[in-house]
Structure formats: C-alpha cells, structure tokens
C-alpha cells in the first residue's frame, strides 16, 4: 500500500505540474491518446484523487466521518493494486 500511494501521490502532483491541470478521475479527451493518458493518470493516481475527494468539507465547513472512512478504504485498497503492478513490474525488469 505505501508503494502504491506514494506513486499514486508523486503521478498526481508530477501531472499537476506538467499539464497545468487539475488531476481528476477522469476519462473523456479531445482525442484518443488524450483519452489513453487520462485513463492511465486516472488508474496510477486515483488512489491519492480518492482519498482528498474524502477530505472535502461539506456545507458548513465541516468533514463527515463516513464519507473520509470510504474514501480511505477504497483509496488504501486501490493504493494496494497499484504498489503489485509497480513492485511487480520492477521486479520482472531487474530480474
């Protein structure tokens, strides 16, 4: 999982820098490999995009309890998958 979140954290704010735009999930661009790249930064940094959707306030300025427990229970679980497709791709390079 910290593998994972911490490459969905630095995929966030490295496309945060380089495109000059918000990272959101996201899935419709204006072309097809527009469109590839927002699915690929959407699966790699999702995790991190979850987990601060959790954090928002609501009316009031004020954070409910259930809605930061389900992003971070998806978001750890999705950090999860993402750490064995890294870890994993690594280790079949080096070896």
Do not use: N
Not at 42 to 49: H, V
């Amino acid at each position: 999982m910290a593998v994972g979140m911490s490459v969905a954290g630095a995929g966030t704010h490295l496309y945060q820098w380089l495109a000059k735009d918000a990272a959101a999930l996201r899935y419709i661009g204006p072309t097809v490999l527009k469109t590839f790249g927002l699915l690929v930064v959407s699966f790699f940094c999702g995790p991190y995009i979850i987990l601060q959707m959790g954090w928002r306030q609501e009316a009031g300025g004020t954070i409910t309890i259930s809605s930061a427990l389900l992003s971070a229970f998806i978001a750890f679980g999705w950090s999860f998958i993402t750490g064995l497709l890294v870890v994993g791709t690594y280790l079949a390079i080096v070896m």
